[in-house]
């Protein structure tokens, strides 16, 4: 009953977070988004995850610092921190099992990717 309570609750998260969300095709993005003349940005940050840690990788090197937040399947913030170089990785050990969205953003570029912890 409550993996199914928590199913829903997700379903729920991913919905309302989709529809908040800016839709755009390939033609019609912002400028300085996913565009390859910028020197620092994170357009083509990569984030997954191994084991209990979550890794940000960039092709670039970042000098300017990135606001990271981490949040949980309820929309609750449960990571806060800074990136600042070509790669870092959150140990995130006291977390369970579940869906989190981490979000990325650098000057008004922003970058959210769904990731799951197993």
């Keep these: 009953m409550r993996q199914i309570f928590t199913l829903i609750l997700v379903f729920i998260f991913i919905s309302v977070t989709q529809a908040q969300l800016p839709r755009f095709t390939q033609k019609q993005l ?8 910028t020197e620092q940005g994170i357009n083509e940050a990569q984030v997954y995850v191994t084991g209990k840690a979550i890794v940000l990788k960039n092709s670039q090197l970042l000098t300017a610092p990135v606001k990271v937040v981490v949040f949980n399947s309820l929309g609750q913030a449960v990571y806060n921190g800074y990136w600042k170089g070509q790669e870092y990785t959150l140990y995130l050990n006291g977390l369970e099992r579940g869906m989190y969205v981490v979000q990325l953003q ?10 799951m912890l197993e």
Excluded: A, C, E, F
């Design 106 to 115: 650098q000057g008004q570029t922003s970058l959210t990717r769904k990731v």
């Design 30 to 37: 912002p400028k300085g988004i996913n565009s390859r003349n």
